[in-house]
Each structure stands twice: as C-alpha cells, then as structure tokens.
C-alpha cells in the first residue's frame, strides 16, 4: 500500500524526522538497511567501490567549513555519516562487525586517548595533552621504532599531509633543523638537482628530484606554522581568479582564449595588473 504521496506504508517509519539523537540514529541506521535490501545499486555496493565517495564527501565538508556555510555543512555531515552506517551494514551482513562495534570502539579508544579527563593524569598545556595521545596511539598500534611510527602514517593520505606527518614524527626525535633557513637552502639544492636531471633527460631522475623538492617545501612550511594544503589550495584560487580576469578581458575584445597566443594572454594579464595597482 502507499499514502497520498506514493511513499509505502511499510516505511512509513522512516518518514518523519526524529526527535532525538537516539531516534535520529536509528533512523539512518533502519534506512541504510532498507536501501540495501532493495535498491539495485546500494545491493552491489563494497568497501571497495565506496572509497572514493567516502573521500569525495569529506573534502566536500571541508569546503563546507571553508565557506563557512551551515546549511551545507549540515547536509555534507550528513553525506559522511551514511558513508560511514553504510560501511558498517556491509561488514554486519559479512558478521565481521556491525554500527555498534564501531561506535563502542571509538568511545574506548576516546577514553584511552584523554587520561588527562578519564583519569588521574594531568595536562594543563595543549602541548602535554598532544604529546599523551600520541604516546598512547603508539602502543595501541604496536610501534616499537621511530621507524614504524613514521611508517604508520597511511599512505592514502593526500601527498602534502602524510609528507608533513612524517617529518613532524622524526622532528619529535630530533630530527629536524633548529630554524627555517637551512630547509630553505634545502629547497635551493633540491631546485638546482631536479634542474640537472632534466638537462639529463633522465626521467627518473626528475620524478625523484620534483619529490624531494616538494618534500622540501612541506619543511619550509611547516617551519614557518603554514599548512601547505590549505597554501597550495589558495594559490590554485588565485591562479582560477586571475586566468578567470584574462578569459573575460579576451571576450570583451572579441577574442577566444584557444586562438591567441601564450604572449598575447601574458599581454592581457599585464594590463590586468597595471590596472588593479
């Protein structure tokens, strides 16, 4: 049977919004299974074939926050969240583990992590509070060396975060500059060693020296208490910004971006500038 809506009766449970968290919860947790029961796609859905969404709509959260929009955060929140329930009903169907293992872990290990909260311990700097949880995150995995520590920053992290993770994992051992001119100079020689291997032709080569300058500038950075993603993302912004400024300054002059030349769009940015100053 379905109402005047055409929506089933047998779901109507799922219709009105909950009143509480504890309903809310249950009410996502009851749709997933039901979309996974009878939905063509949802059925054939893995682990696997859902780790891209899963990355696409965290970032899409942090654009969220970047907007500073709360009726967006609210709904890409909400986006990550099924992703999450959705994986948990997959292992649930495999009698892996199901909604509850994961949320029961999660508490345990919050609990673990904040002996300064939980316990008689105490951390009266931010500092000392980071410094506890990293200790205790590296017995619950095992790490024996400073290596594995390093080792055990995931490799499906964007490039530009786990290279930072690393180097701030053997700068707490001391491996590290005392100040942010040596990894500038750092940055030169890595510059001028990518530059020999091109005039080499050797591509190996300049693959292996792009990465050690990059690697390089994270240092840099991270030196000077700048997150190199969010630096990079700005300057993608800016260069979408400025090559925007060019396209409409090309249109307004009867002209097509495809048929002009490199130095007749560097022209156009040139009187762009002169007359932004």
Same mark, same amino acid.
């Given at each position: 049977m379905v109402n005047k809506d055409g929506l089933k009766e047998e779901y109507s449970y799922l219709y009105d919004d909950a009143s509480n968290e504890e309903e809310a919860f249950r009410r996502i947790v009851e749709l997933v299974r039901v979309l996974r029961k009878n939905c063509p796609w949802d059925m054939e859905q893995t682990h696997k074939s859902l780790r891209r969404g899963l990355i696409e709509e965290?970032?899409? &959260?942090?654009?969220? /926050?970047?907007n500073e929009n709360d009726d967006n955060l609210k709904e890409e929140l909400g986006d990550v969240l099924l992703q999450i329930v959705f994986h948990a009903d997959i292992s649930r169907d495999e009698n892996r583990f199901d909604i509850t293992d994961v949320v029961n872990g999660l508490c345990e290990k919050m609990i673990r992590r904040h002996p300064h909260v939980f316990s008689e311990f105490e951390a009266k700097t931010v500092d000392k509070v980071l410094e506890k949880w990293e200790n205790v995150k590296s017995k619950e995995h095992g790490?024996? $060396?400073? $290596?594995? %520590? @390093? %080792?055990d920053v995931p490799k499906s992290l964007p490039a530009l975060i786990r290279g930072e993770k690393v180097q701030k994992r053997a700068a707490d051992v001391g491996f590290d500059w005392d100040n942010i001119e040596p990894a500038i100079e750092k940055v030169r020689e890595e510059l001028e060693e990518f530059c020999s291997a091109k005039a080499e032709a050797n591509y190996t080569g300049m693959q292996e020296e792009l990465g050690d300058l990059l690697f390089s500038v /994270?240092? &840099?950075? %991270?030196?000077? !208490?700048?997150?190199p993603e969010e630096a990079l993302n700005l300057s993608t912004e800016k260069f979408i910004q400025r090559f925007g400024m060019i396209e409409e300054a090309a249109t307004a002059s009867g002209r097509q971006l495809e048929n002009m030349t490199l130095e007749e769009m560097d022209? @156009?940015?040139?009187? /762009? !500038?002169?007359h932004r100053a």
């Open positions: 965290s970032y899409e &959260v942090v654009e969220a /926050i970047n790490n024996i $060396t400073h $290596t594995e %520590r @390093l %080792r /994270i240092n &840099v950075s %991270r030196f000077a !208490k700048i997150d022209a @156009l940015w040139d009187e /762009i !500038k002169s």
